[in-house]
C-alpha cells in the first residue's frame, strides 16, 4: 500500500522510487462527529465534484469510560477497483487547486442542506443516487454496466417517458435538448473540444446509439457510426461530466429540474 501513495509507479519509462513527502498522493482528514452521517455525504460530494477524489478508509476512533477503541470503516469492493485503475493509468493521480476544494465544499453544504421530501422519487439524491453511484463505481472499471448505470441516472432526472405517438419525445431527443440547456446555465460547461467539430447535439446522438448498444448486447467498434466518439474513455468521461454537472445543478434548481423532466 505505501507503494501506491508514496512511491512513483512503475509506468512506462519511470522508475519506482520514494517521492518527496511533499508528492505523496494523499491527504488526512480529521472530523468529529458520526461517521456515517457526515463522510457518506462528503463522498457523495466528491463523487459529483468535477475533480473525483477517493476516500480510501475511514479509521473511527470512539472513547467509552475512558477506553479508546478503533475500527476501519471502507467499501472493498469500491477500494479494490480503484485501485487496479490507479497502477496502470497515469492520469488516475490528479491535481487539486483552492478552487477545486471551494467547489468539493460548496457541493458537500448543498447536500446537508437539500430537502428531497417536496420532489419526485428521482431527485431523492441524498439517499437513493449518491447510494447508487456508490454501488456503480464499485464496478470493473471500463465496465459497460458503469456506462448504463451513469446513463440511467442521467435519463431519470432528465427525461419522462416519451409519448409513442410523438416522434420528437424520444429520449435522444429530450437528453440533447435538455442538456444543451443546461448547459447554457451550468458552470463549468462540458468539454466537447476533444471531439473536434462534431456539434454537440450529434454527439449526443451517437452517446445514446452506444447506450442502446451496450444495453442490447451488440458488439462495439468506435468506427464509421461512432467514430465520432473516438473510444470508450472520451464518451464515458462527457457522459460522467454530464451526469456530475446534473446533479450540482439539481441540488439548487430542484424545482426547475423537476419542471423540466417533464418538458
Known sequence: MQRFWKRRLPWPGQPDELLPTEEWRYFVIAFNGP??????????????????????FTIVYQINDGLISHSLRYMPTRFFQVLPHGHSNPTFFIDIETSDL??????????????????????????????????????PHRSHLQFLGYFGILESLLTHAPNPKDPYDSITRQ????????????????????FGETSAEKIWVKMYDL?????????????????????????????????????????????????????
Request: with cysteine.
Open 102 to 139: 471551494d467547489c468539493i465544499s460548496s457541493t458537500y453544504t448543498q447536500l446537508m442542506t437539500y430537502d428531497p421530501q417536496s420532489y419526485p422519487p428521482a431527485f431523492d439524491i441524498r439517499n437513493v443516487t449518491l447510494r447508487d453511484l456508490n454501488h456503480i463505481k464499485s464496478l
Open 175 to 194: 437528453v440533447k435538448k435538455k442538456l444543451a440547456l443546461l448547459d447554457n446555465r451550468w458552470t463549468p460547461k462540458l468539454d466537447y473540444t476533444p
Open 35 to 56: 461517521e456515517d452521517h457526515l463522510m457518506d455525504y462528503f463522498q457523495g460530494a466528491l463523487d459529483i465534484s468535477p475533480k473525483e477524489i477517493e476516500i480510501g
Open 211 to 263: 447506450r442502446s448498444r451496450f444495453a442490447h448486447g451488440d458488439r462495439v467498434a468506435f468506427t464509421d457510426d461512432l467514430m465520432c466518439l473516438i473510444d470508450y474513455e472520451h464518451a464515458f468521461i462527457l457522459l460522467k461530466q454530464a451526469v456530475k454537472a446534473t446533479l450540482r445543478y439539481t441540488l439548487t434548481n430542484a424545482r426547475l429540474l423537476v419542471d423540466l423532466r417533464e418538458c
